[in-house]
């Protein structure tokens, strides 16, 4: 069992910068690979980022890439998500997730190995 409690989401402007937090608890390391998505009202959830505890790889979605930049924190087992030039078209509820491969993270319905946080709202405007 892993539990996932994500935070740091708030209302900025356009261009400004957030860091979300993913604190994890119980099993963390049972599952190898964390990853972040969002999804915007009437959209369907996308993937955003993703990172190895064991290696500390990350992938990102093009639509991020130079922008946002996950990690890890061992230690603490927190992921985070730096996102700096924010856009409005950024605005989303913003899911942390566990899953035991990335392969298995990027799967749009769950293979049944994963964890989902609560989610935090990001909120960009003009």
Same mark, same amino acid.
Request: proline fraction near 2%; charged fraction near 20%.
């Given at each position: 069992?892993?539990? @996932?409690? *994500?935070?740091?989401? !708030? $209302?900025?402007? /356009? !261009?400004?910068? @957030?860091? $979300?937090?993913? %604190? /994890?608890s &119980?099993?963390?390391?049972?599952? =190898?690979?964390?990853?972040?998505?969002?999804?915007?009202?009437? *959209?369907?959830? *996308?993937?955003?980022?993703?990172?190895?505890w064991?290696? !500390?790889?990350?992938?990102?979605?093009?639509?991020?890439? !130079?922008?946002?930049t996950?990690?890890? =924190?061992? %230690?603490?087992?927190?992921?985070? $998500?730096?996102?700096?030039? $924010?856009?409005?078209? =950024? /605005?989303?509820?913003?899911?942390? %997730? %566990? =899953?035991?491969?990335?392969?298995?993270l @990027? @799967?749009?319905?769950?293979?049944?190995?994963?964890?989902? &946080?609560?989610?935090?709202?990001? /909120?960009?405007?003009?």
């Open positions: 069992q892993v539990q @996932l409690v *994500e935070s740091g989401g !708030g $209302l900025v402007q /356009t !261009g400004d910068s @957030l860091r $979300l937090s993913c %604190a /994890t &119980g099993r963390t390391f049972s599952r =190898d690979f964390m990853g972040w998505f969002r999804q915007a009202p009437g *959209e369907e959830r *996308e993937f955003v980022a993703a990172i190895s064991s290696s !500390g790889n990350t992938y990102s979605a093009d639509s991020v890439k !130079g922008r946002f996950i990690s890890r =924190d061992n %230690a603490k087992k927190t992921v985070y $998500l730096q996102m700096n030039s $924010l856009k409005p078209e =950024d /605005t989303a509820v913003y899911y942390c %997730a %566990a =899953d035991i491969s990335l392969r298995s @990027l @799967l749009r319905e769950a293979a049944g190995t994963r964890y989902w &946080g609560q989610g935090t709202q990001v /909120t960009v405007s003009s």
